[in-house]
């Protein structure tokens, strides 16, 4: 007996199916792959990087390659595992790095100066007044910097490079002010 037309015709959307199945789940671990190990866009939204950033919502582009090869530099933007909740992902420039001097609390007298830890970044938000970062939780390790943020290209009038030699006018240097050294 002959499979009638119905047969033939599930049984081809069957093998259809299962070979779209196919090529979604490997697109998927392609697109995985790149993501989490080469780079990708990512939505940033909050105040804390104004004004590199929006805060109703930017989408960046970022690389891991610079933080694989340890070629992290001062003024970077970074997406890091933030140090209080590690299922959140913080967008922070690079303040310090390993062994430099930084201020810890810029909004007391006298200033407090720490020398970042071996392995250990300092970040901070451009925003100085609506930030949560290295100056309420302290140096970060470098095991939680995970992406390089390189450009915005969302939304596409305010698209382009980041620039990685932001800093704020109101952040202290440590030669301005008497040293209370709190390592």
């Not at 119905?6 to 196919?22: E, H, K, Q, Y």
């Not at 909050?46 to 390659?65: A, V």
Request: with cysteine; net charge positive; charged share 20%.
């Amino acid at each position: 007996a002959q499979p009638s037309m119905v047969s033939r015709v599930a049984a081809l959307w069957g093998r259809f199916l299962d070979s779209r199945a196919a090529m979604f789940a490997q697109l998927y671990c392609w697109v995985t792959l790149f993501t989490e190990h080469v780079g990708g866009p990512t939505l940033c939204i909050g105040p804390s990087m104004l004004p590199t950033l929006n805060d109703g919502g930017d989408i960046i582009l970022s690389e891991r390659i610079s933080v694989w090869r340890r070629k992290i530099d001062r003024g970077d933007v970074v997406l890091a595992i933030s140090p209080r909740n590690p299922k959140m992902i913080v967008c922070k420039r690079v303040v310090g790095l390993e062994g430099d001097r930084v201020c810890s609390n810029m909004n007391e007298y006298p200033r407090k100066f720490i020398t970042v830890p071996k392995e250990h970044v300092w970040l901070q938000g451009d925003n100085l007044s609506n930030s949560s970062d290295s100056r309420g939780y302290g140096p970060v390790p470098l095991a939680l910097v995970r992406f390089r943020v390189f450009m915005r290209v969302w939304p596409p009038t305010q698209a382009g490079f980041v620039r990685s030699h932001y800093v704020p006018d109101e952040f202290p240097r440590e030669q301005d002010y008497p040293v209370i050294d709190s390592a």
